[in-house]
């Protein structure tokens, strides 16, 4: 079946600095992915759409400059937080359509902390 | 977008009992309504999937049935096991020109005991 690659697993940074998180589809193209970040006993809320070759849809009240999505190829999308503050600590989860028909796949999340 | 109400308490549930789990949505109906299993610390994984014109869905153990009259889908675990044990969240699809965009429910966490 389709698989999401997502990395790294966890990811603990300064203040300030910046961290990118890679997502793959391994054995199929995704021209579209999406970015989701979930806080602790809260729902997914979607972040972004991100769109190969072109540029991301973000969700009201998210800032792209803040949150950079890059769609290079059918095959990978990175998220990079910018200048990464303690409230930017979540669990950011990507995933990719396999078909109308068998709902989306899910990378295995991303969990950040802002130290 | 709208909101999606799922039971927040936790559903305790003796193994081979059949686990009743509830998602409810405010306004209109979607083109899709999934369901996804998320274990501690993991991304979700797709369970499944019923369309708006569906009333019901069975996957093995799982049942999913779609009620647009009640904005309702309940999903059923027949013969519950440990492993069952997650948290179990309910997202829409409305499939327009946003296709892809999913609104989850909260979840709810299902434990079943031995």
């Known amino acids: 079946g389709a698989v999401v690659s997502q990395h790294p697993s966890r990811v603990i940074c300064k203040s300030g600095t910046s961290v990118k998180i890679e997502c793959r589809s391994l054995?199929?193209?995704?021209?579209?992915m999406f970015w989701y970040r979930q806080f602790p006993k809260q729902s997914l809320m979607l972040m972004a759409t991100s769109n190969e070759g072109s540029k991301a849809t973000y969700e009201q009240g998210v800032e792209k400059d803040k949150f950079l999505i890059n769609h290079a190829s059918l095959t990978l999308s990175t998220l990079t937080v910018t200048s990464a503050h303690p409230e930017d600590s979540s669990f950011y989860i990507c995933s990719a359509s396999g078909g109308a028909n068998y709902g989306y796949t899910f990378g295995s999340g991303t969990r950040l902390t802002v130290v | 977008s709208q909101k999606i109400e799922q039971n927040s308490e936790a559903l305790n549930i003796q193994e081979g009992k059949t686990a009743t789990l509830t998602c409810n949505y405010t306004?209109?109906?979607?083109?899709?309504l999934q369901w996804y299993r998320q274990d501690p610390g993991r991304g979700p994984v797709f369970l499944l999937l019923i369309r708006e014109n569906e009333k019901e869905k069975r996957k093995e153990r799982l049942k999913v049935t779609f009620d647009t009259t009640l904005k309702q889908s309940l999903f059923h675990i027949t013969a519950s096991q440990p492993a069952d044990s997650a948290t179990y969240l309910c997202a829409l699809d409305e499939a327009t020109d946003s296709w892809g965009k999913l609104q989850f429910g909260a979840g709810t966490q299902v434990v079943v005991t031995p």
């Open positions: 054995d199929f193209q995704a021209t579209t």
């Open positions: 306004n209109y109906s979607p083109a899709y």
